[in-house]
T-cell receptor, first 112, second 114 residues
């Protein structure tokens, strides 16, 4: 089935450790996105990528890094520089940047 | 960044009632999208609107793209218990420095009492 797969669904890490969240899509979409969701807030854009080997910072990029080496993959690394990393992270993709985005199931990251 | 004002923040309704929610923005968008999110899951696209003035239906859902391109509303008719969830509006820019960025509203939490 075509779709967007995020893994793992739940992730626990110790404070000060970097952690990488996986996002894979088999929809042949050019654009991919990472959002962060906190309780009572909407989705905030962390990074987005229009095409392979290119990405731009979103509204809250500090403490995060991404790569886009393959069209189908857009991993997000939450670094130790992110002051409040516990959140629900959502990956999305769209055919182009002019079309609607479709979301994965999300990864809930808890830092202890 | 850009802001979308979505209202109401929450709604408590009886099964069978109609629901209306809306989003407004200080800037224009080329596309308006409406999503529904169940707890612990990713948002699911309900309706996409591409033209100012466009009115689109999807079953019991109806959404409109405002003429000014700065607002959109979503109506749900004859609500049922499975309509429970968080509804988000989102605006998509297709030009300028915000090209390709989806901006989300804060969400409307819908509770339906049987």
């Amino acid at each position: 089935d075509g779709g967007i797969t995020q893994s793992p669904k739940y992730l626990f890490r110790k404070e000060g450790q970097n952690v990488t969240l996986s996002c894979e899509q088999n929809l042949n979409h050019d654009a991919m996105y990472w959002y962060r969701q906190d309780p009572g807030q909407g989705l905030r854009l962390i990074y987005y990528s229009q095409i392979v080997n290119d990405f731009q910072k979103g509204d809250i990029a500090e403490g995060y890094s991404v790569s886009r080496e393959k069209k189908e993959s857009f991993p997000l690394t939450v670094t130790s520089a992110q002051k409040n990393p516990t959140a629900f992270y959502l990956c999305a993709s769209s055919m182009t940047q002019r079309t609607e985005a479709f979301f994965g199931q999300g990864t809930r990251l808890t830092v202890v | 960044g850009q802001q979308l004002n979505q209202s109401p923040q929450s709604m408590f309704i009886q099964e069978g009632e109609d629901v209306s929610m809306n989003c407004t923005s200080s800037s224009i968008f080329n596309t308006w999208l409406w999503y529904k999110q169940d707890p612990g899951e990713g948002p699911v696209l309900l309706i996409a609107l591409y033209k100012a003035g466009e009115l689109t239906s999807n079953g019991r859902l109806t959404a409109q793209f405002g003429i000014t391109r700065k607002d959109s509303f979503l109506n749900i008719s004859a609500s049922i218990p499975s309509d429970v969830g968080i509804y988000f509006c989102a605006g998509l820019n297709a030009g300028g420095t915000s090209y390709g960025k989806l901006t989300f509203g804060q969400g409307t939490i819908l509770t339906v009492h049987p």
